[in-house]
T-cell receptor
Framework: LAKTTQPISMDSYEGQEVNITCSHNNIATNDYITWYQQFPSQGPRFIIQGYKTKVTNEVASLFIPADRKSSTLSLPRVSLSDTAVYYCLVGDRGSTLGRLYFGRGTQLTVWP | EAGVTQFPSHSVIEKGQTVTLRCDPISGHDNLYWYRRVMGKEIKFLLHFVKESKQDESGMPNNRFLAERTGGTYSTLKVQPAELEDSGVYFC????????????FGPGTRLTVT
């Protein structure tokens, strides 16, 4: 199981771009990288998933270098409502064992 | 489309009592998961249902925890008898496929055992 390492906390101001990097040195060939967001008193919410290179959706972008040993979640022009905990997860999407492994996550605080 | 719902949102019970948590997954989702976060710790997997069958229950902490999913719809998680260390937030999630990717989480049930 590939362990993930990400910063415990980050601070930003409204309107800035935020990049959260996650290290997963032992990522396996079949593993995908998934990011979840969690607001206080809510369950985690899927943001984005990727295998390699770059993935973009309406919420964020995910950058994965060729060696896949790390990934970067990019949030463009954050607002106060983006204050949340962000989790980086690595797992085999093809597995029938659907369990997710959550680490400590990164507490992002956006200031006005 | 309704999301995953959980009931109750908060439960306070005394040590030794029994509590039953309920989860209603998104309609049509065969895969249902239970997770929990104990104070100060990470969110941990408890078990995974595929329809009414337990696909993986390796995360269940002990035999005081009993999960059921009769008829493959809603699920219950019973803790009997509850201990102080069972306090935490219990999350339920569901998904169409067991992809290990996108799961839809409910808001959680905060359980406090005094």
């Amino acid at each position: 199981l590939a362990k993930t390492t990400q910063p415990i906390s980050m601070d930003s101001y409204e309107g800035q771009e935020v990049n959260i990097t996650c290290s997963h040195n032992n990522i396996a060939t079949n593993d995908y990288i998934t990011w979840y967001q969690q607001f206080p008193s809510q369950g985690p919410r899927f943001i984005i998933q990727g295998y390699k290179t770059k993935v973009t959706n309406e919420v964020a972008s995910l950058f994965i270098p060729a060696d896949r040993k790390s990934s970067t979640l990019s949030l463009p022009r954050v607002s106060l409502s983006d204050t949340a905990v962000y989790y980086c997860l690595v797992g085999d999407r093809g597995s029938t064992l659907g369990r997710l492994y959550f680490g400590r996550g990164t507490q992002l605080t956006v200031w006005p | 489309e309704a999301g995953v719902t959980q009931f109750p949102s908060h439960s306070v019970i005394e040590k030794g009592q029994t509590v039953t948590l309920r989860c209603d997954p998104i309609s049509g989702h065969d895969n249902l998961y239970w997770y929990r976060r104990v104070m100060g710790k990470e969110i941990k997997f408890l078990l995974h249902f595929v329809k009414e069958s337990k696909q993986d229950e390796s995360g269940m902490p002990n035999n005081r925890f009993l999960a059921e999913r009769t008829g493959g719809t809603y699920s219950t998680l019973k803790v009997q008898p509850a201990e102080l260390e069972d306090s935490g937030v219990y999350f339920c999630a569901s998904s169409l496929e067991p992809t290990g990717g996108e799961q839809y989480f409910g808001p959680g049930t905060r359980l406090t055992v005094t």
